[in-house]
């Protein structure tokens, strides 16, 4: 059964720094882009990150570009998200989420599961 478990959300304040796990099973995730979205209250969901199935290829919001690393490790069957300078419009559900096929996209529709999600909070 697959399966993409976040973690390492929380809150934290402006100028901080937090580091995102997405822990896979089920599924061989070499095989996989992986796509980092999240969500606050009353907006839609938006693409954060993502990284092509084989880590050579990366993309960022321009809103996150700069602060924020994805970065996976296959072996370990988990994708991560180092985010830095974080500011309270970061603030959100932040869900990380599995396309098939190698390459990224930002479109939601095209990835076909999802984690739970895991809050993050940057507040004073």
């Known amino acids: 059964q697959l399966q993409l478990v976040e973690s390492g959300g929380g809150l934290v304040q402006p100028g901080g720094s937090l580091r995102l796990s997405c822990a896979t099973s089920?599924?061989?995730?070499?095989?996989?882009?992986i796509g980092w979205f999240r969500q606050a209250p009353g907006k839609e969901r938006e693409g954060v990150s993502c990284i092509s199935s084989s880590g050579g290829s990366t993309n960022y919001a321009d809103s996150v570009k700069g602060r924020f690393t994805i970065s996976r490790d296959n072996a370990k069957n988990t994708v991560y998200l180092q985010m830095n300078s974080l500011k309270p419009e970061d603030t959100g559900a932040y869900y990380c989420?599995?396309?098939?096929?190698?390459?990224?996209?930002?479109?939601?529709?095209?990835?076909?599961?999802w984690g739970q999600g895991t809050q993050v909070t940057v507040s004073s």
């Open positions: 989420a599995v396309k098939t096929g190698s390459v990224c996209s930002w479109y939601l529709d095209e990835y076909d599961y």
């Open positions: 089920g599924f061989t995730l070499d095989d996989y882009a």
